[in-house]
């Protein structure tokens, strides 16, 4: 199990807390907590959509947790993006770059609906947003992006 | 001609969102404008490349904690519901380490408890060990005044002792090293004494690390002090510092961070340098160099002075490979935090459990990275050259008539007290 979820999932976490450390350790609690978990899972939608909601739901919790402490690490650079694979490296780093320099509210939305595959809907029950908000969201990102590629080319 | 379709616009109609007259609205401006096709273009791509970010393997080495933490009893509970919650996290302290060490703690009286840490294939070894004759490696540690609920835990390695603490029950500590030197030129040894003291104080969640080292007279003539402050953050339970004397004469210490327990690590080195004697021409005035290390997947990145000399090391875990290289880094700030023009000059490299030492003439380090909890080793080796051409370390000595490297091992050390008030 661990095989065959674990990749995406971690990538999605990645992406929204931003580090890679924390990642880890989030996807560590996601899968000792698992077995007590699934007993209450009730079969309602695909469990890959259902893990990927756990593990978001974590990330948010971790990332408020963390707010105190980016407050005090302000003068740290931000964290080194994805391990990349050998294969369009250079875009994949730019990527992530570019992907960090996003808002935190504003990243969350993309990343759940572009990485993690969510709808609007979902994603506005899941952070509690309307979904206008939510599309708002999701496409000022992606011009964000869009641009900042545009002029990375 | 219709105005430019908006982002938001071109997402929906990307995503079969929009109804039937709209869409064929947007199909029709499609074919006739080209900005608004690459555009379209553009988000498909950079869906793509983001859809590309989750094809990523499982992170090794997660399944093992996993299953370690699991065994240890921690437990963690999810947020299952379907409302945003927040996560509740209790994970148990490792029971059975914890109680064994409180009975040693007991039983020797003030003395250092050291016990085993819940991780498949890795023991602690007791902070006390015989002195050898023959000039081998000795540590010998003794802890007194340690308030309840302290620990700190001493872990041997070939050459340089380090420490793990728990700082959130760590209010103050000092310790102090006392370092015999042997050096070996010609039919004549000569012995340079050296000791090293370093405290840790807490406040809140900060940890301050102070470091000194005086180097006594010996006959070489080499005095040298330096201050090193250190402030490492510790979001996770434990922190573990390892720092690595590397060379005598300049006194710089390259500190290693282990990943997940340490976020960042700043490192302000000041450093005087008085040297006094005939193998030496060191007058540096006083400098002060601020490192900010952070932990990456990759190399560290490092942020300091401009022309600071680092040495950075890469290593993979289980040290079957490693290389080493001197690096010279020009520091540009820059918005990654990755800064600067590196040359850089190999030193070593271990490919397969095979040693190759490039080295250039001057200074060299080699070593080994050792983490925690997966089991790979420590080992520095220093080299120098004096003025009698030998390359001499704190491990090591190499003979210039003897053919082979790590003939001699010369050094000791001793531990004297650890104390807290």
């Not at chain 1, 948010?60 to 391990?83: D, N, Q, T, Y």
């Not at chain 2, 690390?209 to 002090?225: C, D, P, Y």
């Not at chain 2, 875990?317 to 040359?343: F, N, V």
């Not at chain 2, 380090?365 to 983490?371: A, F, T």
Request: proline letters at 6%; charged letters at 25%; one cysteine or more.
């Amino acid at each position: 199990m661990y095989e065959q979820y674990a990749g995406p999932i971690v990538a999605t976490l990645t992406a929204l807390v931003g580090d890679p450390m924390t990642a880890e350790d989030l996807l560590h609690d996601l899968f000792v907590g698992l077995p007590t978990a699934l007993a209450r899972y009730e079969e309602r939608g695909q469990f890959a959509a259902w893990l990927h909601r756990v593990a978001v739901r974590l990330a948010l919790a971790s990332r408020r947790r963390g707010a105190r402490r980016e407050a005090l690490l302000a003068a740290v650079p931000p964290p080194a993006p994805l391990p990349p694979r050998a294969e369009g490296l250079a875009d994949r780093l730019l990527i992530a770059a570019r992907l960090a320099e996003l808002s935190d509210n504003v990243r969350t939305v993309v990343v759940l609906r572009e990485i993690a595959g969510m709808s609007h809907r979902e994603i506005g029950t899941l952070l509690g947003l309307r979904e206008g908000t939510v599309m708002t969201r999701h496409s000022r990102g992606m011009a964000t992006l869009r641009r900042a590629l545009e002029h990375d080319r | 001609m219709m105005r430019h379709l908006s982002d938001s616009r071109l997402l929906a109609y990307r995503d079969a969102l929009l109804p039937p007259p709209e869409r064929e609205r947007v199909t029709a401006h499609l074919a006739a404008c080209d900005r608004c096709r690459t555009r379209l273009q553009h988000h498909r791509h950079l869906t793509a490349a983001l859809r590309g970010l989750a094809d990523v393997p499982p992170p090794p080495g997660i399944l093992e904690r996993v299953l370690a933490t699991r065994a240890a009893g921690g437990r963690v509970i999810l947020p299952v519901d379907e409302t945003p919650a927040p996560t509740t996290r209790r994970l148990m302290g490792g029971g059975k380490w914890l109680r064994r060490g409180a009975l040693l703690a007991a039983a020797l009286g003030g003395l250092l408890v050291l016990g085993q840490i819940p991780f498949p294939g890795h023991a602690l070894r007791n902070g006390l060990r015989a002195v050898g004759e023959n000039g081998r490696q000795v540590v010998k540690a003794t802890f007194s005044g340690l308030r309840s609920g302290e620990q700190a835990h001493l872990i041997e390695m070939p050459s340089f002792p380090s420490l793990t603490l728990d700082p959130r029950r760590l209010h103050n500590l000092t310790a102090r090293y006392e370092r015999r030197v042997y050096t070996f030129g010609g039919d004549s040894l000569t012995s340079v004494d050296s000791s090293t003291t370093f405290s840790l104080r807490r406040e809140a969640d900060l940890v301050y690390i102070s470091f000194a080292e005086r180097g006594l007279e010996g006959r070489s003539g080499v005095t040298t002090a330096s201050t090193l402050d250190a402030r490492t953050l510790a979001s996770r339970s434990r922190t573990r510092l390892e720092f690595f004397q590397i060379e005598r004469k300049r006194r710089r210490v390259i500190w290693t961070s282990h990943d997940r327990w340490i976020d960042s690590l700043t490192v302000r080195e000041e450093r005087s340098v008085v040297s006094q004697g005939r193998d030496s021409v060191l007058n540096d005035p006083p400098t002060s160099n601020d490192y900010v290390l952070t932990p990456a997947t990759g190399a560290p990145a490092f942020r300091g002075d401009r022309g600071t000399e680092i040495a950075l090391m890469m290593a993979t875990p289980l040290s079957r490979s490693w290389a080493a290289h001197w690096d010279q880094l020009e520091m540009i700030p820059s918005r990654t935090g990755l800064i600067g023009k590196a040359r850089r000059q190999p030193i070593a490299r271990r490919v397969q459990g095979r040693t190759t030492l490039d080295l250039p003439i001057g200074r060299v380090e080699v070593w080994e990275v050792v983490d925690w909890p997966r089991p790979f080793r420590v080992q520095i080796v220093n080299y120098y050259r004096t003025s009698d051409g030998l390359f001499v370390g704190s491990t090591t000595v190499r003979d210039p008539r003897a053919p082979r490297m790590d003939e001699f091992q010369f050094a000791d050390y001793r531990l004297l007290s650890v104390t807290t008030p």
